[in-house]
């Protein structure tokens, strides 16, 4: 039971380049939602999902894509790196008919 | 600005104490406000929550207060214990899919 898988763990990245951050959940949820957590900060929502197909930006989207093709699959894309990224990146997702998210592991960016 | 305010950023509590942790929210469209707690190295994990038509929930240890009319809503630990020791934090959200949380408490509960 593998629940939300983020991947990589760690990233070092140089300023300007590109990546993609995976997110992958079993579950069958059809909500998900990607957060930054920077210190002294909490979570900030960057991009949500209600379902394949539908995606929506959250309180900071500015220099993130995303894209859900698949219900089990939720990627964050950051097209040109900048330091200001340099953060903890968490996936969660939720099924509709339940208030709980089940946030994944993590990944920490640092952008150099 | 910040959406929900969270206060203190940390608090040290001995074991067998109360933990108060206190948050504050200004958009009266919230209608869902959950805790999580998070352990270093980990996702945050619901806690508990509690819709604005209560006033109290209790679950275990754990109890939430909530003051609808002066928007704020608080988190109880009692009893609290070493392994209570993570950070918390609050969130407020509406429908379900758009969260605001707060900046976070980092509770150490000494033995």
């Known amino acids: 039971n593998a629940g939300v898988t983020q991947t990589p763990k760690f990233q070092v990245l140089k300023t300007g380049q590109s990546m993609t951050l995976q997110c992958a959940q079993d579950?069958?949820?059809?909500?998900m939602s990607w957060y930054r957590q920077d210190p002294g900060m909490g979570l900030r929502l960057i991009h949500y999902?209600?379902?394949?197909?539908?995606?929506d930006q959250g309180e900071v989207p500015n220099g993130y894509n995303v894209s859900r093709s698949t219900t089990e699959d939720f990627p964050l894309r950051l097209l040109s790196a900048a330091p200001s990224q340099t953060s903890v990146y968490f996936c969660?997702?939720?099924?509709?008919?339940?208030?709980?998210?089940?946030f994944g592991q993590g990944t920490r960016l640092t952008v150099v | 600005q910040q959406q929900v305010k969270q206060s203190p950023q940390s608090l040290i509590v001995q074991k067998g104490g109360i933990s108060i942790i206190n948050c504050a929210y200004e958009n009266t469209a919230f209608d869902y406000f959950p805790w999580y707690q998070q352990f270093p190295g980990k996702g945050p994990a619901l806690l508990i929550a509690?819709?604005?038509?209560?006033s109290e929930k209790k679950e275990g240890r754990f109890t939430i207060s909530f003051n609808k009319s002066a928007k704020q809503f608080s988190l109880h630990i009692m009893d609290s214990q070493p392994g209570d020791s993570a950070t918390y934090f609050c969130?407020?959200?509406?429908?379900?899919?758009?969260?605001?949380f707060g900046s976070g408490t980092k509770l150490n509960v000494k033995p």
């Open positions: 579950m069958n949820h059809e909500y």
């Open positions: 969660a997702s939720r099924s509709p008919g339940h208030t709980e998210a089940f």
């Open positions: 999902s209600v379902g394949a197909g539908i995606t």
């Open positions: 969130a407020a959200g509406v429908n379900f899919n758009k969260f605001y």
């Open positions: 509690i819709r604005p038509d209560v």
